[in-house]
């Protein structure tokens, strides 16, 4: 039977993984996962590496952390606002214009945490690569079952393909973010919105009231 004692430093020590966690993720989205050494978390949060070693073995396991800990917020920021609006077209706009104000207003310091991640372990078989990719499948996979939802409703033409659909969704804001990123483009976003709301406009049917070309705004606060 546990004592209140170890109780105690059970928690203390969850409190300290979780504030460790916090700095890791946002060193992550800037530096990439592989900068994510013990030293340099040491460095950035004042703790010792011992102290740290006891929180996690290894580099990999500390990245495999750190990548459950942004899903985790990216989940509070995106998923769950998102699943407050109506099935079908509503929850699908609000899915994506959540996304971009995640993306643009930097919850994680560089950007979105699995943009970057997957251009760094897409090519890198192993454990790391493996987590990165569920979670992307995730995030696709919610956009399909917007998408098959608003097809449900009679907001979508039935044949329409949701898979391919989610595709173009992802791969737009995935742009738009590499074009903040790399080149610092502050219409990347504004673009990216407009190529969205273009392609639900032409896919929505016509009984379906016209999608206004600007967009409902969400507010995303940073971690």
Same mark, same amino acid.
């Given at each position: 039977?546990?004592?209140?004692?170890?109780?105690?430093?059970?928690?203390?020590?969850d409190?300290?993984?979780?504030?460790?966690l916090?700095?890791?993720?946002?060193?992550?989205?800037?530096?990439?996962?592989?900068?994510?050494?013990?030293?340099?978390?040491?460095?950035?949060?004042?703790m010792? !590496?011992?102290?740290l070693?006891?929180?996690?073995?290894?580099?990999? =396991?500390?990245?495999?952390?750190?990548?459950?800990?942004?899903?985790? *917020?990216?989940?509070?920021?995106?998923?769950?606002?998102?699943?407050e609006?109506?099935?079908?077209?509503?929850r699908?706009?609000?899915?994506?214009?959540?996304? +971009?104000?995640?993306?643009?207003?930097?919850?994680?310091?560089g950007?979105? +945490?699995f943009?970057?991640?997957?251009?760094?372990? =897409?090519?890198?078989?192993?454990?790391?690569? =493996?987590?990165?990719?569920? *979670?992307? !499948?995730?995030?696709?996979?919610?956009?399909?079952?917007?998408?098959?939802?608003?097809?449900?409703?009679?907001?979508?033409?039935?044949?329409?393909?949701? *898979?391919?659909?989610?595709?173009?969704?992802?791969?737009?804001?995935?742009?738009?973010?590499?074009?903040?990123?790399?080149?610092?483009?502050?219409?990347a976003?504004?673009?990216?919105?407009?190529?969205?709301?273009e392609?639900?406009?032409?896919r929505?049917?016509?009984?379906?009231p *016209?999608?206004?070309?600007?967009?409902?705004?969400?507010?995303v606060?940073?971690?």
């Open positions: 039977m546990k004592t209140a004692a170890s109780k105690a430093r059970r928690a203390q020590g409190r300290s993984r979780q504030a460790i916090e700095v890791a993720v946002h060193l992550a989205s800037v530096e990439g996962l592989d900068g994510l050494t013990i030293g340099r978390l040491a460095s950035e949060t004042g010792s !590496k011992s102290g070693f006891a929180h996690f073995g290894s580099k990999e =396991d500390l990245q495999l952390a750190t990548v459950d800990a942004a899903r985790s *917020i990216f989940i509070e920021k995106v998923i769950r606002p998102a699943f609006a109506k099935k079908g077209l509503a699908l706009r609000r899915l994506c214009e959540i996304w +971009f104000d995640y993306a643009e207003n930097h919850v994680f310091r950007g979105c +945490f943009a970057a991640a997957s251009a760094e372990f =897409d090519s890198r078989p192993g454990r790391v690569r =493996d987590r990165i990719a569920e *979670i992307m !499948k995730e995030w696709l996979e919610a956009l399909r079952w917007a998408i098959v939802d608003a097809q449900e409703a009679g907001q979508f033409d039935l044949k329409m393909d949701a *898979i391919q659909l989610a595709f173009e969704i992802n791969a737009l804001e995935i742009g738009a973010n590499w074009a903040l990123q790399l080149f610092g483009d502050k219409q976003f504004t673009r990216a919105r407009t190529a969205v709301l392609r639900l406009r032409s929505a049917t016509s009984a379906e *016209i999608i206004p070309v600007a967009p409902e705004t969400a507010t606060t940073g971690a």
